[in-house]
């Protein structure tokens, strides 16, 4: 292993058998005004964000100002002839704070059209990188690419007023949301397709466009991309997509680069990627099972054979959430109306029916019930999206709604550059000891 990795290893083994003892004997004791559980365990339940586009509430799920997902669907315009939501209605409310007309959720999809045009060269980016490249590798790169672009970086460059930030932030996310189909479906059709590239169609919405692009001229499937984008945009400040681009903004650093950043945290397997490790464990369970349509009872004993590995089933539980995600019951309704008779979607349901219940009876699990990333993959393969390692470009596309709308109102609200402070283990067994405080 190498004489500087086998000290390394000696010293980590060390260090985290002493933490776990701080943390047994000491985990409760306020740190500033947080618990030492707390600093070590990922910050959670510390308040230290202020996100205006959603809240995240334990017992009702994401809410959109204030609006909860079934509201948005009721409420935002829709596309001629489509039920399902427009997110370019969604970015104006969190944008805003209020709900679009119809009219301006349309002006919006005009702007995205006209701010749409990728450069060449972005494209030659991505051709460079190997065709075995992870598809979410190709899309940051695509979008490092874009940076070029940016209207806050140059003008920076130049020297402008601290006022005028907003302005050329709110530019620079406007051009790249519009870009982020063009890019996600030319990684999809560069990566699967053979690289035979389809072009925009400038009368379609921006969802609706995304799906022409990739391929897919089922009306049902841009009805469910316009879902799909929607209910994926944003989920308040904490998750690591939207904190990241808070973070790297709060730099200074232009929309391109913040992003990019953000979805670097969303490539994670305990984040975006865990919608592909969904459908990748339904379809070994089905290969393992050999039939395309488990019963309960062989659902049960997978799960339990999953959970005797020491691993988890993807897709059910949540860190904030104390009931069904309202996205997954968004997608099912639209699963019952579009494919009730499909088997890898009665699959999830019956999952969802089989799951909860031998979570519940180990006692330790605070939600033993599904997220969004549960159900959006079978939705996704029933149209013939197969390709699960495209999902989180996906997912990504979507969430640059949330991060861009919050990042413009941080450079509104002149929010600083985040600097939170950290202490060793070593400082805090001194403060253990009662030599003095360590937060100040």
Known sequence: MGELKELFKARADAAVAEIKDLLKEHGNKKIGEVTLAQVYQGMRGITGLVTETSLLDAHEGIRFRDYSIPELQEKLPKAKDGTEPLPEGLFYLMLIGEMPSEEDAHQITSVWQRR??????????????????????????????????????????????????????????????????????????????????????????????????????????????????????????????AHTTHLVGSALSDPYLSFAAGMNGLAGPLHGLANQEVIKWIFDMREELETELPSKEQIADYVQKTL???????????????????????????????????????TVWNIYETVPPILQSLGKIKNPWPNVDA???????????????????????????????????????????????????????????????IWE
């Open 116 to 241: 749409s045009h990728v450069p060449t060269h972005v494209f030659h980016t991505i051709d460079a990188l190997p065709i075995t490249a992870h598809p979410m590798t190709m899309f940051v790169t695509g979008v490092m690419a874009l940076q070029t672009e940016s209207n806050f970086a140059k003008s920076y460059a130049k020297g402008m007023s601290k006022k005028d930030y907003w302005e050329y932030v709110f530019d620079d996310s406007m051009d790249l949301i519009a870009r982020l189909p063009r890019i996600a479906a030319y990684v999809y059709r560069r990566k699967y397709k053979f690289s035979e590239h389809i072009q925009p169609n400038g009368l379609l919405d921006w969802a609706g466009n995304l799906a022409h692009m990739m391929g897919f001229e089922d009306e049902s499937f841009k009805e469910l991309m316009r879902l799909y984008m929607t209910i994926h945009a944003d989920h308040e400040g904490g998750n690591v997509s």
């Open 308 to 346: 005797s590995a020491g691993k988890v089933v993807p897709g059910y539980g949540h860190a904030v959430l104390r009931k069904t995600d309202p996205r997954f019951t968004a997608q099912m309704e639209f699963g019952k109306k579009h494919m009730p008779d499909d088997p890898l979607v009665q």
């Open 375 to 437: 159900h959006s993959g079978a939705l996704l393969v029933h149209y013939g999206l197969e390709e699960y390692e495209f999902y989180t470009v996906l997912f990504g596309v979507s969430r640059s709604l949330g991060v861009l709308a919050s990042l413009c109102w941080d450079r509104a609200l002149g929010f600083p550059l985040e600097r939170p402070k950290s202490v060793t283990t070593e400082a805090v067994k001194s403060w253990l000891a009662g030599n003095g405080e």
